[in-house]
């Protein structure tokens, strides 16, 4: 299994600002994710998060507006650029361990005001 | 789009088996059955998967029909602590595609 863990677990941001979150797995992952979650959704998936090169980011999400980086097998950052309000989400970091299982952290509540 | 279709939401009382189904007709031989749970305001939480054969641990046994259709999951003993949204998914296991993607999941809620 690996355990992942999430900076800051909470924040409150201006918009027009930018939060950049840290993602740290116990052990060395294959594969690293990020989702959003918006109030009362489920997940959505944003990017994979590739080890020594850019992200591949998923339809809806673009590299200018979430930055990531992933520069060795257990950890990662997301930043949120520019927030505003509608960027109100949790974010979670997720890692596969082996091939076979997804874990994930205990995300990171945003509120832009 | 998400691949599974769930109820919205069922209860159970407590003490006694919730048994969650899912269907997955479109699923491909390469595809597993994956269940997650999030409890309200965590990550979600890996519960258990499989490909063909019934597989069971400590938290639940998952039951997938012959034809792989459709699947269910059993927690034999629910308790308060089980209330949550439940997740099936279905994903391939290596390489590129190897993601999750939810959906909307089913809200099981235990009553006392």
């Known amino acids: 299994s690996a355990v992942i863990s999430q900076k800051p677990s909470r924040d409150i941001c201006q918009r027009g600002t930018s939060l950049t979150i840290q993602c740290q797995v116990d052990?060395?992952?294959?594969?690293m994710f990020w989702y959003r979650q918006q109030p009362g959704q489920s997940l959505t998936l944003i990017a994979t998060?590739?080890?020594?090169?850019?992200?591949?980011?998923e339809s809806g999400f673009v590299i200018d507006k979430f930055p990531i980086s992933r520069p060795n097998l257990t950890f990662s950052t997301l930043t949120v650029s520019n927030m505003s309000p509608e960027d109100s989400s949790i974010y979670l970091c997720s890692g596969v361990a082996g091939v076979e299982t997804q874990y994930f952290g205990p995300g990171t509540r945003l509120l832009v005001l | 789009d998400a691949k599974t279709t769930q109820p919205t939401s069922m209860d159970c009382a407590e003490g006694r088996a919730a048994n969650l189904p899912c269907n997955h007709s479109?699923?491909?031989?390469?595809?597993?059955v994956y269940w997650y749970r999030q409890i309200h305001s965590q990550g979600p939480q890996y519960i258990i998967h499989g490909l063909k054969n019934n597989e069971t641990n400590e938290m639940a046994s998952l039951i997938i029909t012959e034809d792989r259709k459709s699947s269910t999951l059993i927690l034999p003993h629910a308790t308060l602590r089980d209330t949550a949204v439940y997740y099936c998914i279905v994903r391939v296991v290596g390489g590129a595609n190897s993601k999750l993607t939810f959906g909307k999941g089913i809200t099981l809620s235990v009553r006392p």
């Open positions: 052990s060395q992952v294959t594969m």
């Open positions: 479109t699923i491909s031989g390469n595809e597993y």
């Open positions: 998060a590739n080890q020594g090169s850019e992200a591949t980011y």
